[in-house]
């Protein structure tokens, strides 16, 4: 039988697609703030928001015969005919939010406008007015939201942590404070305080309040202006800044951008900004950059999904190029040069150089690759007989996995070119120590504590509320690896000890590598959240790509992946080593045609 839904049922099914979560009842009501020209937006949190958001803006207010239109749905004004759909200037325009808002939660309206003595109480309860009657309220409106989908049980099972909660709506608040950087934002959560900002209108303080001096620091302006209404220029424009080459993140999340004052997740966008740092970067690692941008608003549609994170361009390709040149030039100009590693003596001709070097080298890194020298065959590769261990104790050997191989040399740095009993192999150095790293901190950490370094003195660590939270939420994971590590006061973290593994990085680096795994970045062929972890250690802990080693590291290093359970491959499922077969050499170099020829040399 078809029936048409009664009208409350209706309002909590459209109400999901605009309020998934806490964080989303707070982009819409900051949103609100922010289009009633507030300079200061203030957010109060309990439990993650479940329990309480409260927002408080000095805004224009709400007239206190409109209050109640306000709550009903499609009523905005910010909208009056289609035709200003094509420009909107505002953030909101769907007349959604608090209608849906109101009929997931416990609402509580106060507002009063410029004009008006006294202001007004609203009270609601199943997106109804139960109650409304004057109060006393200064200039502006104060939403308060409490236990969110308390009468939609469905959506209330689905709700994460509160630290995700808090973590999700830190992330949100930190960026509209780097948007809006004339807006005072203040953020807290119980009785602690999250983020708080000047309104100052400088975008480079709002990014050390958000991201810490330290970052702030290594930010370079970009500045692009664009006009509408001046032919002269170009119509889009950029301005935000963007991080040195050397300052970058193992994910794409710290690339925030705004359109039009929008914070809009756009993947082509942000891929504009990674491609901007092509050759500058290594790959994996991505830049910090906030970015806003400015379109003319008939050339950008916002109306592509109810919560309004994704826009459409009429000239997608042209928006993109111009973020992507924007951003290029400034760090062509002003990118600081790596220095380059004095290691790096690929393409030298001065043979006695590297000689020189690697036998520095070799004494240097042993330590830090962790590699057992075993210089009982230099040069040779083992017999595959010699597996038949004369001593008696010796645990009998896995079998092979690879073949038993001899090393002939390094190329690039990079690449260890060895000869094994059909052909040679290419070994990616660095993917074949991730490999050997992985398996033993596995093993190890099967029988004791993860080995563990204490720094000289702690280091102390400046993070944004959203990684404070991930990393609260994987604390124990991130022990387990040996980090020793502890939340210190506002935004902050406090590290003592690294894991062994990581004892040469830098502790910041090593931690931040750890965190930005927490973040995101699936990785199918690892199990476990704590694999996960490991394998990043690991990554970052192996032999660089570009990294010298002597013979013997490279020795050793091939006797390690000989004894790992998977060679092949390193934690993240990437070959570590490329078989050419001797048959292969043959056939390339025409020789398995003129077999003869060969026979009588
Ligand atoms: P929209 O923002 O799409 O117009 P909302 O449901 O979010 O729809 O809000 C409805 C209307 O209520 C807005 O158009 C605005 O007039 C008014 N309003 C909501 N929040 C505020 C606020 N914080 N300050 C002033 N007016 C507000
Ligand atoms: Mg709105």
């Known amino acids: 039988m078809i029936r048409v839904l009664p009208p409350d049922v209706a309002a909590k099914i459209a109400a999901g ?3 998934e979560r806490p964080a989303s009842v707070v982009k819409e009501l900051v949103e609100n703030a922010l289009d009633a020209g507030a300079s200061t937006v203030s957010i109060e949190l309990e439990e993650g928001g479940r329990r309480l958001i409260r927002i408080s803006d000095n805004g224009h207010g709400i007239a206190t015969d409109e209050v109640p239109l306000a709550f009903e749905r499609h009523a905005t004004s910010k909208l009056q ?17 608090l209608a849906s808002i109101s009929s997931v939660s416990q609402m509580t309206l106060v507002t009063r406008p410029d004009d008006e003595q006294a202001g ?14 004057p109060a006393a309220s200064p200039r502006g409106t104060m939403i308060t939201v409490e236990n969110l989908f308390y009468n939609v049980p469905a959506r209330l099972k689905f709700l994460k942590k509160t630290t995700t909660e808090r973590g999700a709506i830190s992330a949100l608040i930190t960026r509209y404070a780097m948007a809006y950087p004339g807006v005072r934002f203040q953020l807290t959560h119980g009785k602690q305080e999250l983020l708080r900002t000047n ?5 480079h303080t709002v990014i050390s309040e958000v991201y810490g001096v330290e970052v702030a620091s290594q930010m370079i302006e970009v500045s692009l202006e664009g006009g509408a209404l001046r032919p002269d220029l170009h119509p889009v424009g950029v301005y935000g800044y963007t991080s040195q080459p050397a300052l970058n993140r193992a994910n794409r999340s710290h690339i925030t951008l705004f359109v039009n004052g929008r914070w809009v997740q756009d993947s082509s966008l942000t891929h504009a900004v990674v491609q901007a740092y092509h050759t500058m970067m290594v790959g994996g690692r991505y830049p910090v950059a906030i970015l806003m941008i400015t379109v003319p608003p008939e050339q950008v549609d916002v109306n592509v999904h109810p919560a309004k994170t994704q826009v459409r361009f009429r000239q997608q390709g042209a928006v993109f190029s111009t973020i992507q040149r924007a951003v290029r030039r400034v760090l062509i100009d002003q990118a600081e040069l790596p220095t380059v590693r004095d290691d790096i003596i690929w393409g030298s001709p001065d043979w006695q150089a590297r000689r020189d070097r690697l036998a520095q080298v070799t004494s240097s890194r042993m330590n830090q690759m962790g590699i057992d020298l075993d210089l009982d065959d230099p040069g040779q590769y083992r017999k595959q007989t010699a597996e038949q261990s004369d001593e008696p104790n010796e ?16 190329v690039g740095d990079s690449y260890v070119i060895t000869e094994g009993p059909s052909g040679i192999y290419l070994i990616d150095q660095n993917a074949a120590h991730q490999r050997v790293l992985f398996e033993r901190f ?3 950490r099967q029988h004791e504590e993860p080995a563990s370094q204490e720094l000289m003195e702690p280091v102390v660590v400046e993070l944004l509320a959203e990684q404070i939270a991930a990393f609260e939420e994987q604390a124990e994971e991130v022990v387990g690896l040996g980090f020793s590590v502890e939340v210190f006061g506002h935004n902050t973290l406090r590290i003592r000890a690294l894991p062994a593994l990581l004892a040469d990085s830098d502790p910041v680096d090593a931690l931040m590598a750890i965190l930005g795994q927490i973040e995101g970045e699936a990785s199918p062929s690892i199990e476990t959240r704590q694999e996960r972890l ?13 990294q010298t080693l002597s013979f013997a590291e490279m020795q050793a290093l091939l006797r390690q992946l000989e004894e790992c359970e998977a060679p092949q491959t390193d934690p993240y499922g990437h070959p570590t080593m490329i078989h050419i077969s001797a048959e292969q050499l043959a056939r390339e170099f025409g020789r398995a045609s003129r077999l003869d020829e060969s026979q009588t040399g």
């Open 17 to 19: 697609e605009v309020v």
């Open 81 to 97: 005919t289609l035709d200003d759909l094509d420009h909107i200037h505002s953030l909101g325009f769907r007349g959604e939010a």
């Open 120 to 133: 007004v109480r609203a009270t609601l309860e199943n997106g109804e007015i139960i109650q409304i009657e």
């Open 199 to 203: 309104g100052s209108g400088n975008l």
């Open 395 to 410: 645990p009998p050997r896995r079998k092979r996995k690879i073949p038993v191989m001899r090393v002939v040399g390094q």
């Open 442 to 444: 596995l093993a190890e």
């Open 534 to 546: 490991a394998a990043r250690m690991c990554r970052e802990a192996a032999v660089r790509i570009g």
